[in-house]
C-alpha cells in the first residue's frame, strides 16, 4: 500500500470501497476513520503518527502484545517451506501436529484431540454440528437443542449468531432452529433487588428451568462464555458458576466453555473455565491462540466425545479449506511458545492483573462509575448518572459510553465502549508503568466525560 498517501485520501478510499463490520454506514463519517499503521508492545500509531495504547489487545486477542519478531519469522519460515496444505483426505502437516499436541499439553486433562478452523465464529459452527453429530451416533438425534444465554456472543456466522443471545443479531438474519436462551447473571443491571449471591443463584437456575420446559431428552448441549466479553464484561456472582455445574452434572447435556475471549491467559488461568472450575465437554478458541497474528480457531473435543468419533464411526461432513493452515498454526506455535517463556498467564494471575485491579477499583471510586469489575486484565466500568442511586441509567443508553469512549480515544487509549459500560482488555505483557499511564488516561477520559455532562445540565 502506498504509505505516502494522506489521511485524507486513505479516508476516501476506505469510505469509497470498505464494508466494515458492525457499522452503521450511513453514520460513520469519513474523519472519524483512523487509518493504523504500526504497532508495537502495547502502543500503536495511526497514520497521522498519534501513539495510542491499545487498551482492547486489538479485538480481545492480542495476549503477547504486538510486533512480536519470533512469531513473524516463524510464519515465514513456515510460508518457505509448505505456505499451504489441507489437513482433509488422510493427510496433515508438521505445524497442525505440533500445535494440536500443544493444545493437549495445556488444556485440561479431559481433552487430547483439537479442531482447527479459521475464527472462533466457524468454531461455534463446528460445535453446533459435531454436538448434534454426537447425539446422532448415541441414537438419540432428538436431542439437538442448544441452550446459550441472553447478551451471550458466540460470533456472527449464522449458527453463532443464533447461538448469541443479541436480538438485533437474530434480526438480521441470525436465526437457526433448535437454540434457546437462559438468563444471564448480570448483577449490576438486571439483580440489584437482591445480594449478588441470591441472583447468581436465580439466573444460574433460569438454566434448569429452560431444560425443564424443553425436556432434557431434546437438549444437545449449553454453551457459554466464563465471563460474556462483547455482552460488556459481565463476571458473574461466586455462586453462579458453582449452580451451573450442580444443574449439568445432574443432567446427561454437553457443556461447551466458549474461552474466545477468556482463553490463554486473560482471566489469570489457561482457561476461564479453570477460573471457575467447570468442566466443559468442548471448548472453542480462537483470538489468543494466534494473539492474533494470523487468523486461526480451535475446537477441543474431551475424551467423551472423541470415543464416540472414534468407536461408533461414519464421516462427519465438516471441514473448512483452512483448517490447519500451517501458517496459521506455526503462528499459534510461536504465540504459545512466548506465552509460556514469559510466564504471562502465572504473571496476569499474581502480578500485572492484581496490579491493574488495584487502579480499577480506584476509578470505581469516580463518581460517574456505578460499578468497576475486573478479572485478570478484562475488566469494565459502568458508567451510572447518580452513584448514589445505582439503579438508575444513563438515558438514552449508550450515548454516554460513546461519549466517554470517544474521550479515551483522544487521550491515548483505546477502550470499547458497551452501552454504558467501558471495557478494558489489554495485552497481557503490560509493564507496571503501563498499567500506571493506562489508569490515568481512562480517569482523565472520566473527569473530561463527567465535565461534558455537567456543561449539557445531565448532571
Ligand atoms: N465467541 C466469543 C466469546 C467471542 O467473543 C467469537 C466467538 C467469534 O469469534 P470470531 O473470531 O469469529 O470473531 C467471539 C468474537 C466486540 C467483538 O466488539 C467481540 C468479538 C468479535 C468482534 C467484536 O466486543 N468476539
Redesign the pocket.
Known amino acids: 500500500m502506498n504509505v505516502n498517501l494522506s489521511t485524507a485520501d486513505l479516508r476516501q478510499k476506505d469510505a469509497a470501497h470498505h464494508f466494515h463490520?458492525?457499522t452503521d454506514h450511513k453514520t460513520l463519517g469519513l474523519d472519524e476513520r483512523r487509518v493504523m499503521v504500526r504497532a508495537d508492545g502495547v502502543w500503536m500509531w495511526d497514520s497521522d503518527g498519534n501513539r495510542i495504547m491499545d487498551g482492547m489487545a486489538g479485538?480481545?486477542c492480542v495476549n503477547v502484545g504486538h510486533g512480536r519478531q519470533e512469531i513473524i519469522e516463524a510464519v515465514r519460515s513456515q510460508m518457505s517451506e509448505l505456505s499451504y496444505y489441507n489437513t482433509f483426505f488422510k493427510t496433515t502437516t508438521l505445524p497442525a501436529i505440533e500445535l494440536a499436541e500443544m493444545l493437549a499439553e495445556i488444556t485440561p486433562p479431559q481433552f487430547k484431540m483439537s479442531f482447527f478452523g479459521g475464527?472462533?465464529?466457524?468454531?461455534?459452527d463446528t460445535v453446533v454440528r459435531m454436538v448434534r453429530t454426537y447425539w446422532q451416533m448415541l441414537g438419540k438425534p432428538e436431542k439437538k437443542i442448544i441452550l446459550s444465554r441472553v447478551n451471550a456472543?458466540?460470533?456472527?456466522t449464522v449458527a453463532?449468531a443464533a447461538l448469541g443471545g443479541m436480538a438485533g443479531m437474530h434480526a438480521q438474519g441470525g436465526v437457526i432452529g433448535d437454540i434457546d436462551h437462559a438468563s444471564q447473571p448480570f448483577w449490576f443491571g438486571e439483580g440489584q433487588d437482591m445480594t449478588p449471591e441470591e441472583f447468581g443463584l436465580q439466573a444460574a437456575r433460569s438454566l434448569e428451568a429452560k431444560i425443564d420446559e424443553l425436556g432434557e431428552e431434546n437438549i444437545a448441549a449449553f454453551i457459554a462464555?466464563p465471563i460474556q466479553?462483547?455482552g460488556g464484561v459481565i463476571v458473574p456472582p461466586d455462586s453462579y458458576w458453582p449452580e451451573i455445574k450442580r444443574i449439568l452434572d445432574e443432567r446427561d447435556i454437553l457443556f461447551i466453555s466458549?474461552e474466545?475471549?477468556c482463553g490463554f491467559g486473560r482471566t489469570g488461568s489457561w482457561f476461564g473455565c479453570q477460573t471457575y472450575g467447570t468442566e466443559p465437554d468442548m471448548m472453542?478458541m480462537?483470538?489468543g491462540l494466534s494473539s492474533g497474528y494470523l487468523p486461526i480457531?480451535a475446537v477441543s473435543i474431551s475424551d467423551k466425545i472423541a470415543d464416540v468419533f472414534h468407536t461408533v464411526g461414519g464421516e462427519f461432513f465438516h471441514g473448512y479449506t483452512y483448517s490447519g493452515h500451517p501458517a496459521c498454526c506455526a503462528a499459534a506455535i510461536a504465540n504459545l511458545k512466548i506465552m509460556q517463556r514469559e510466564k504471562l498467564v502465572e504473571r496476569c494471575a499474581s502480578d500485572i492483573g492484581p496490579y491493574l485491579q488495584e487502579h480499577w477499583k480506584k476509578l470505581g471510586e469516580h463518581p460517574l462509575v456505578g460499578e468497576a469489575v475486573m478479572v485478570g486484565l478484562m475488566g469494565a466500568i459502568e458508567l451510572v448518572p447518580d452513584k448514589s442511586e445505582p439503579k438508575k441509567r444513563f438515558e438514552p443508553g449508550g450515548e454516554v459510553g460513546n461519549i466517554a469512549r470517544d474521550h479515551s480515544f483522544k487521550n491515548g487509549l483505546v477502550m470499547?465502549a458497551?452501552r454504558d459500560r467501558l471495557i478494558i482488555c489489554p495485552p497481557l505483557t503490560l509493564t507496571h508503568a503501563e498499567a500506571d499511564e493506562l489508569a490515568a488516561m481512562a480517569t482523565k477520559s472520566l473527569d473530561d466525560t463527567l465535565d461534558d455532562l455537567k456543561k449539557q445540565g445531565r448532571i
Open positions: 463490520p458492525f479485538l480481545w475464527s472462533g465464529s466457524d468454531g461455534n456472543y458466540h460470533g456472527s453463532a462464555e466479553g462483547a466458549d474466545v475471549i472453542t480462537a483470538k480457531g470499547r458497551v
